[in-house]
């Protein structure tokens, strides 16, 4: 696990750049947008795998299984965009 000592070290050079709250806030508004970015990507990927599955199974209902794939990729990337948005914001606190 190398990722950990390499946040430590930057939280601590964050947290002296300022203060304490300001380098942290602004280490999780950035892991906040970078979680939110990889949980839409991992949900709009499982949401095609399974409707390309349910296709394959069900052809004739491929018309209906693609638009709900669709809908449910439009939320999804909604909810994601609006987490981003909030991690940006929060970062524009600081």
């Known amino acids: 696990m190398t990722i950990l000592p390499l946040l430590q ?3 601590e050079t ?3 750049a300022s ?3 300001t380098g ?3 280490i999780g508004a950035g892991l906040g947008a970078g ?3 990889i949980g839409a990507g991992l949900g709009i ?3 095609g795998g399974q409707a390309v599955e349910g296709m394959a199974r069900q052809p004739e209902a491929a018309g209906r299984i693609q638009t709900a794939a669709l809908i449910l990729a ?3 990337e909604g909810a994601a965009l609006f987490d981003v ?3 940006f914001q929060i970062q524009g606190k600081f």
């Open 9 to 11: 070290a930057a939280a």
């Open 85 to 87: 948005v909030i991690a």
């Open 35 to 37: 979680l939110a970015v």
């Open 14 to 16: 964050a947290a002296t």
């Open 74 to 76: 439009a939320r999804i």
């Open 19 to 21: 203060n304490n709250n």
């Open 24 to 26: 942290l806030a602004l």
């Open 45 to 47: 990927g499982r949401i």
